[in-house]
């Protein structure tokens, strides 16, 4: 068994698709249909929108590029008006579903499993359409996107030149101006799939009479700039560092104080590589566990195990694990301890590219502790939430 982010692409195209990711170079893919087409439906979103979880600000409405004012799809209380809605949609206009991820289990799974495999935060966009038009004009995005066309069709058309990754970063505004040139012009239909490079133009449009749903998975990667932000807060409260600099003690004073402050900074810094970078940023982010409420630690032998985390455990904990030895563990920006036992199943879970089998998840360690420590291990992993627990009926 392979992840939902595995399962999305048809057959080679993951690697590709992982390739031109890290060499940042567009590329249309053929997905798996079926894996697609139960992400998510216009049915789900319907009911989303009949019980309010979908309304202002989730949802945005865009015609010709421009965004439609709230007032003309919304009640005074904030759920949407349909008929409204309906009507403006008919008109060419596009329901946008910013980070809606979290409403629908199957793309929240989708999320963590491309958090897991590239190591970047990840959240996932809707846009339907129901009549000729497009949301938004040519523009580019100041992150990665994977379009993933879930219904109908939709015609994408990619500007030549590109914009620099550090130009990039500024993100788009409206007052900026377009490339003239088309190189790359496609229609996606259900099942297809496009990576976008950050800092790319383009364009999405719906033709006469066709309808298209489409996700858009946002993929944003941690740089140099992010390190080195994160660098000068390692700085502390740093005595030296917080002095004053000796403006009116002349030339030999300031390069005196100089010299002491690189210094100083250079200690402070050799300790908080790259490692500890990422280390840290990783442990930021919340497991994706979902509620416990109401769940006791029960699990039967086929149960299915699955990790939580949204990262990859890091070296020095796999290195931990081999040697039968602990780890702290960031998680949701909280330390936790884990014992030789849990980081032994946490381990096993986190290097499976798909749930396991409770049975096949305590016989992984069988050797090394007891039945007890091991039920015991996974009752602490469950309580933190690093794990899930689903039946495997």
């Not at 359409?129 to 066309?149: C, E, M, S």
């Not at 990619?158 to 990754?165: A, D, I, Q, V, Y």
Request: charged residues 25%; proline residues 5%.
């Amino acid at each position: 068994m392979s992840s939902i982010f595995s399962e999305l692409f048809a057959s080679g195209d993951e690697e590709r698709f992982l390739d031109h990711f890290a060499r940042k170079q567009f590329l249309p893919m053929g997905g798996n249909p079926d894996v697609i087409s139960n992400l998510v439906g216009v049915d789900a979103v319907n009911v989303m929108l009949a019980n309010g979880a979908l309304a202002s600000p989730r949802i945005r409405v865009a015609r010709s590029g421009n965004l439609v004012p709230d007032v003309m799809w919304s009640t005074a209380d904030g759920p949407v008006d349909s008929p409204a809605l309906e009507d403006l949609m008919r008109r060419g206009a596009t329901l946008v579903l910013d980070n809606f991820g979290p409403l629908v289990p199957r793309l929240l799974a989708l999320e963590s499993a491309v958090e897991r495999r590239l190591g970047s935060n990840t959240l996932i966009n809707g846009y339907l359409t129901y009549q000729r038009g497009g949301a938004f004009a040519a523009h580019y995005d100041n992150h990665d996107v994977l379009i993933i066309q879930v219904m109908g069709e939709k015609v994408w058309q990619l500007f030549s030149p590109t914009e620099r990754p550090a130009d990039s970063r500024r993100g788009w505004q409206q007052s900026f101006k377009a490339p003239e040139t088309v190189f790359w012009e496609k229609t996606l239909r259900a099942g297809d799939m496009l990576y976008i490079p950050r800092g790319m133009w383009h364009r999405a449009t719906v033709d006469e009479g066709a309808q298209s749903f489409h996700l858009a998975v946002t993929i944003v990667s941690l740089n140099g700039h992010d390190y080195a932000r994160w660098l000068v807060d390692q700085l502390g409260s740093d005595d030296l560092v917080w002095t004053d600099l000796p403006r009116r003690g002349g030339e030999a004073g300031l390069r005196q104080h100089e010299a002491a402050l690189v210094k100083r900074i250079a200690e402070i810094m050799a300790g908080h590589g790259l490692d500890a970078f990422l280390a840290d940023k990783d442990g930021e982010r919340v497991p994706v566990s979902g509620s416990r409420v109401g769940k006791p630690f029960a699990p039967r032998d086929n149960d299915l195990i699955a990790c939580a985390l949204r990262r990859r455990l890091p070296p020095a904990a796999k290195q931990a694990e081999a040697d039968g030895q602990g780890f702290e563990l960031k998680a949701a920006g909280q330390s936790h301890r884990l014992t030789p036992a849990m980081l032994a199943l946490l381990a096993t879970v986190d290097q499976a590219t798909a749930p396991m089998p409770f049975r096949e998840l305590m016989q992984a360690a069988a050797d090394r502790w007891s039945v007890g420590q091991l039920m015991q291990s996974a009752k602490r992993l469950f309580e933190k939430g690093f794990i899930t627990i689903e039946s495997g009926e």
